[in-house]
């Protein structure tokens, strides 16, 4: 239980505190915009440091006392998450909260999806099809409808009850902004955290930080973290809703061969998973949305 409360505690404290900081009354759209990019950066890195001590615990644990923390989490909080939303808090409570409820949650599911991967290169389908179905289901899937639903939701004020989508996107109070901005979906840091602690199992990294001393343990920002910082960005300054596992996939693969020589150890069933994993996935995707 003391392993909850902490990090609920690392993300909710600090998500509220910034929300509250008092921003200049005459504070220019730049200024406005690049506030929002740099608190952008400062929860990638938190969440990401979380989720790496998180991880080195869920390591060192069986996969049932895994999931038995992620039901703990699911059922204590997500009662006090629906209690809060359904009073008159304010709108950065329960969404702080039900934020640190999918970044524990989905922290969990990675790494326990991770004890798959033996191999560095069985990384790389993985990686490809994560890439294809993001893309897929954002232009052609069930993923394009959810997102107009979303864009009309908060175009129109917020009004009425949110589209299903909303429940499932981590949000983050920045000053200056009257209500919590939605981020990114879960399923993505599910894709980051699954990249991250499969080289942790391989006694590797993708930290891009300096190791030394002490801060190794605790500030962790891995090449995946960074890239969605990218995908954000992007994002933010087009307007557009754009698959952030394409960013994500990229950047990890460039990052398997340029540091970790992956293309060296591919095996002939890497490319061919490579292959059919995408076809599969990305032909499942346009099936159900048929259907539906």
């Excluded at 939605?182 to 955290?193: A, K, N, R």
Aim: hydrophobic share 55%; proline share 5%; net charge positive.
């Amino acid at each position: 239980m003391k392993l909850i409360i902490f990090y609920f505690l690392c993300w909710i404290v600090p998500s509220i505190l910034f929300f509250y900081l008092p921003v200049p009354a005459n504070i220019s759209s730049f200024q406005h915009s690049l506030t929002l990019y740099f608190f952008i950066g400062v929860y990638l890195l938190l969440a990401s440091s979380m989720s790496f001590w998180l991880m080195k615990k869920i390591l060192t644990m069986s996969t049932g006392s895994a999931y038995m923390h992620c039901a703990m989490v699911i059922a204590v909080f997500g009662a006090a998450a629906w209690y809060s939303d359904s009073t008159a808090m304010p709108r950065i409570i329960p969404a702080s909260l039900i934020t640190a409820i999918l970044l524990f949650c989905s922290t969990v599911l990675g790494t326990a999806l991770s004890v798959a991967v033996k191999r560095l290169g069985e990384l790389v389908p993985v990686c490809i099809t994560a890439a294809v179905a993001d893309v897929t289901s954002v232009f052609m899937g069930p993923t394009k409808n959810m997102v107009e639903d979303l864009t009309a939701y908060y175009e129109h004020g917020m009004q009425g009850s949110p589209p299903l989508i909303d429940s499932i996107l981590i949000k983050v109070g920045v000053p200056g902004y009257s209500v919590p901005i939605p981020l990114f979906g879960v399923t993505d840091w599910i894709l980051l955290i699954l990249l991250s602690s499969s080289l942790l199992r391989l006694e590797k990294t993708d930290n891009i930080l300096p190791r030394n001393g002490r801060r190794s343990n605790f500030v962790f920002l891995p090449v995946t973290v960074l890239a969605l910082y990218v995908a954000l960005i992007f994002a933010q300054i087009t307007h557009t809703f754009i698959p952030a596992m394409v960013f994500i996939s990229s950047i990890f693969i460039l990052f398997l061969v340029v540091k970790l020589g992956v293309h060296r150890q591919l095996r002939r069933g890497d490319f061919f998973y490579s292959i059919i994993f995408p076809v599969a996935a990305a032909s499942m995707i346009l099936l159900f949305s048929s259907v539906g």
